[in-house]
């Protein structure tokens, strides 16, 4: 999307909120590097640790002279949660769980006071908030606990491929049982109801997964399509019409690249993730579907293995941020 002078005199400037995630991570890296090389007309809110931010230039990472916090298009608001002492990126510690949380709850705090429009989170660590004492698998499990709502999905995106997850951090083995009739028809009326209000397709086509290999070839091969998906999408025929499947998943996603559908619905976690990332990993999103405001991540995890170097790539951060900015222009045309 081109986000040019016309947008801006037709909407308020939006103000996008950015979580810094785990302050040990690769989070306060690719928010600098990504800050210097965007040139949007939006403003930006950075909530973390100062202090923090400050400690990059000692791995030759800052902001360049043109991007400065306190300008009127950078704010920081410093949580001032870090202890100084022994702090070192690339380490994981229930501290610094603690402190990718409150992060998250000051954003949520700002967007229920209309102080940002939309929200990009960098990666938290899931082992660090565990031994802070909390229990989310994610951003998404948090959000759904802290917003109430109760129908989100998870969609990931690339410039070739939308999918939205019906499973998510659990083990494969668990996947069938929680295949559900009512469950997958929520997940696809609210993937059809965002590709409507938030990608403005006025006709979305939506492909859905089989679970087994080659859809289980009429039950050959598993139960699980014939019994709950195939009903599932009987039942939503006559509500939307460009819905197919379930297909093989390989045959899903190959015609969702070669744009023949417009979103896939996948079973579980690496049925989406795997070809997500090989058709484009770098610049793969993360996006929370259901809230009543726009929140994306970057499709990657703390990395602590190079926040030490000058390592981390910006790019799926950059990504989040202009799908972030340009959902949150749609929805202010629906």
């Known amino acids: 999307m081109n986000l040019s002078q016309g947008h801006t005199l037709k909407y308020p400037r939006i103000r996008v909120g950015i979580t810094m995630g785990d302050p040990s991570g690769i989070g306060p890296q690719i928010i600098a590097k990504a800050l210097n090389k965007l040139n949007m007309a939006v403003r930006f809110v950075i909530i973390g640790d100062k202090w923090v931010f400050d400690n990059l230039k000692r791995y030759g990472v800052s902001l360049s002279k043109g991007t400065s916090f306190g300008s009127k298009d950078v704010k920081f608001i410093d ?15 229930p501290e ?29 660590s899931k082992e660090a908030i565990n031994l802070a004492g909390f229990t989310w698998m994610g951003h998404t499990e948090y959000l759904i606990e802290k917003t109430m709502v109760k129908d989100i999905e998870m969609m990931l995106l ?10 998510r951090h659990i083990p494969l083995k668990r996947v069938s049982a929680e295949l559900r009739k009512d469950r997958i028809i929520r997940a696809i009326m609210l993937t059809y109801k965002s590709l409507r209000e938030l990608f403005l397709l006025p006709k979305p086509r939506i492909v859905v997964c089989g679970l087994n290999p080659h859809a289980s070839d009429n039950g050959v091969i598993g139960d699980e399509e014939n019994k709950i998906i195939k009903p599932a999408l ?7 019409k460009y819905l197919d499947g379930p297909l093989p998943a390989d045959i899903a996603m190959l015609k969702i690249k070669n744009r023949e559908y417009d979103c896939a619905i996948s079973m579980y976690h690496d049925q989406a993730l795997i070809p997500l990332k090989l058709s484009g990993g770098y610049t793969g999103v993360n996006m929370t579907l259901g809230l009543s405001f726009i929140r994306t991540s970057p499709l990657h995890g703390t990395a602590f293995d190079i926040a030490k170097e000058n390592k981390a790539d910006p790019a799926s951060l950059i990504a989040a941020i202009k799908l972030a900015v340009k959902c949150t222009l749609n929805l202010k045309k629906v």
């Open 158 to 167: 690339n410039k070739n491929i939308k999918t939205v997850l019906l499973t």
């Open 79 to 93: 949580l001032n949660n870090v202890c100084r002492r022994g702090f070192s990126f690339g380490r994981i510690k």
């Open 234 to 240: 009987m039942a939503l025929k006559d509500k939307i």
């Open 96 to 124: 610094y769980g603690r402190a990718s949380i409150e992060y998250l709850d000051e954003a949520l705090n700002l967007i229920k006071q209309k102080e940002i429009d939309c929200l990009v989170t960098a990666p938290i």
